[in-house]
């Protein structure tokens, strides 16, 4: 039996470590995971309850159409319904959307270090990936509008980016769209939409009026704290909305998912804190990180991403003897790390943790 040709050479995603094997292998009794840009805070409370009133219904299929929750979205984010699809994540929307517009021979354009399902997913599809290195650690819209052909078929632009967190701005980006070919889709990824708090991040539902050829990504996983229900979405014109319906899986979410989800954008309260409590996180890690004489990105999202001027193996290893878990071995940033802002408990400890392993690493030179 032999897989497709263009599957062969993909890896089996790696995910963070667990905490209970860290504990294990190493014999720690705390361990800290900022690896995986999840919420300190945990979800709110609402979705918790949420989630106890539908399990008297786990037997019963989802409604595969959201319908509920997709009119409450519509109605938050002031579009139509026929805008807006949910995915097993915002992962799944990505998926998708490789799916539905990606055929061997098509191109598509991502930075070069960015978030990694767009690539896997092309890859799946067998269309040719255009690369876009990074500049300043922020993707080069000029440089990524200068690889569009006959032949392009989405461009993806993470915003913030993961790993490096830092964003486009509103005029910018407003630009490069406006520049980009009609036949072009653009997929504003939106993971850490909510945890933005400058002023010149760019409104993508007033350019996705303007536009037809743009679809916003975002998801209930980060700052709302649902990344184990699986669910997140997108939100475009009707037609891509459409098309990508037509390739869904017909109960791809979740009743639990469904209902959290709900519950979750009614509990402003829950949204509203996570978002101070994580920008002042932000401050805190980036005062830090310059007392340290560290560089980092400007960030943006719930992760911070800084050179740990050693290589980032090392850092990582370090790390987590002592009870840290963080994120290394990026291909263009070999001596950089991401952590995620954790509550102030954590990021503190984090420092100090970092601390230990600079000043290990200054002795062993
Ligand atoms: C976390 C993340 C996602 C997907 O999260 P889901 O859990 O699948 O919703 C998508 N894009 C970026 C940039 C992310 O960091």
């Not at 980060?222 to 997108?234: C, V």
């Not at 996180?281 to 830090?288: D, H, K, P, S, T």
Request: glycine share 6%.
């Amino acid at each position: 039996m032999n897989p497709k040709k263009n599957i062969v050479h993909l890896p089996v995603y790696q995910p963070g470590k667990p905490i209970e094997e860290v504990k294990r292998e190493l014999g720690l009794k705390e361990v800290i995971k900022l690896a995986s840009n999840e919420n300190p805070f945990g979800s709110s409370e609402q979705a918790k309850l949420a989630i106890q009133n539908e399990l008297a219904n786990i037997s019963i299929y989802p409604d595969g159409g959201s319908v509920q929750l997709t009119a409450a979205i519509a109605e938050y984010l002031q579009v139509a319904p026929n805008q807006v699809i949910f995915g097993a994540g915002s992962d799944e929307v990505i998926l998708m959307l490789a799916r539905a517009y990606l055929s061997p021979g098509d191109e598509t354009i991502m930075a070069d270090e960015t978030f990694p399902q767009y690539k896997h997913n092309a890859e799946i599809e067998g269309a040719t990936i255009i690369e876009v290195p990074l500049k300043d650690g922020t993707h080069d819209l000029p440089a990524i509008l200068a690889k569009v052909t006959d032949r392009t078929k989405i461009i993806w632009i993470c915003n913030p980016n993961n790993p490096t967190g830092t964003i486009n701005r509103q005029d910018e980006l407003a630009k490069f769209i406006s520049e980009v070919p009609k036949h072009v889709l653009i997929a504003l990824d939106e993971a850490y939409y909510e945890y933005v708090t400058d002023e010149a991040y760019p409104d993508s539902l007033a350019l996705l009026r303007e536009n037809n050829n743009v679809i916003v990504l975002r998801t209930f996983s980060k700052i709302y704290g649902l990344a184990s229900l699986r669910i997140g979405y997108g939100v475009g014109h009707p037609d891509v909305i459409r098309s990508v319906n037509q390739v869904r899986e017909p109960f791809n979410t979740t009743r639990f998912a469904q209902a959290a989800a709900l519950a979750s954008i009614k509990d402003l309260e829950f949204l509203n804190n996570c978002r101070e409590r994580n920008a002042e996180g932000r401050i805190y890690l980036a005062e830090q990180l310059d007392r340290l004489g560290l560089s980092h990105f400007e960030a943006h999202g719930n992760f911070v991403m800084f050179d740990a001027k050693i290589p980032s193996q090392q850092a990582f290893d370090g790390l987590l003897r002592r009870g840290i878990i963080s994120r290394a071995r990026w291909q263009y940033y070999p001596t950089y790390i991401r952590i995620t802002v954790g509550s102030q408990e954590q990021n503190e400890a984090f420092i100090k943790a970092l601390e230990e392993v600079l000043a290990e690493a200054a002795v062993l030179g």
